[in-house]
């Protein structure tokens, strides 16, 4: 009976980390059909008296699109500027303008890569270790030591989470990829390497020196 259960428990959990990407992508679909489509629709509809499904998001990738051509000429960036002058005048549409445009520049730029590598550090307590994510360096200048800026991800959203800042010393390099690392985040460890493999010292640090100081 105990193993009966303990299998339909394996299958039922695997399942259910199975149909979580269908029903969230289900739901993101939904989403924009419902707040965006049906709305632009109804809209589009009364201005030329007729409309189809689908036809609000193709409208909105045109409108994005279309700011994306201005935004990318001078005149256009000059436009975006004044904006943002204005903006920056106004204190409750400031602070909000301010937090839009870093999570925007974050995202716009992928060459930059946000994540340099995935490290194990301790946190809350010695012997408490979790998967955190490189995104930078600093020197401490009394010091002269070198110390890693760490984003530690809140499982299972891997954009929420805290920034700390630790010693070299104070990490271990699992030798995982960053994809690795964000299926162990996003999975609660459900899904993850099985072991931490052995990464060679002067490896580790030469990534470290590669990585610029900010």
Same mark, same amino acid.
Request: a positive charge.
């Given at each position: ?29 939904? *989403?924009? +059909? ?30 994005? +699109? ?25 204190? *409750?549409?400031?602070?909000? +303008? ?24 301790? +946190? ?91």
């Amino acid at each position: 009976m105990k193993t009966l259960l303990k299998h339909l428990k394996i299958y039922v959990l695997r399942g259910l980390f199975a149909i979580i990407p269908l029903a969230l992508t289900a739901f993101a679909l939904n *989403l924009l +059909y419902t707040v965006i489509d049906k709305r632009i629709t109804v809209v589009v509809e009364r201005l030329i008296g007729f409309s189809f499904p689908g036809l609000g998001v193709i409208l909105l990738l045109v409108v994005l +699109y279309l700011l994306g051509l201005i935004v990318s000429n001078v005149v256009g960036r000059q436009i975006f500027r004044l904006v943002e002058g204005i903006a920056k005048r106004i204190p *409750l549409i400031k602070t909000t +303008y301010n937090v839009g445009r870093q999570l925007s520049s974050t995202l716009s730029l992928p060459e930059k890569q946000v994540f340099k590598r995935a490290v194990l550090v301790e +946190y809350l307590k010695p012997g408490m270790w979790t998967i955190g994510f490189v995104t930078g360096a600093l020197i401490d200048k009394n010091t002269n030591e070198r110390l890693l800026k760490v984003f530690v991800p809140t499982p299972p959203n891997p954009i929420s989470g805290t920034m700390i800042v630790v010693r070299e010393s104070q990490t271990r390099d699992p030798g995982w990829t960053i994809e690795e690392a964000l299926k162990a985040v996003i999975s609660g460890g459900v899904i993850s390497p099985k072991e931490i493999k052995k990464v060679a010292e002067d490896k580790g640090m030469e990534q470290l020196n590669r990585m610029p100081g900010k």
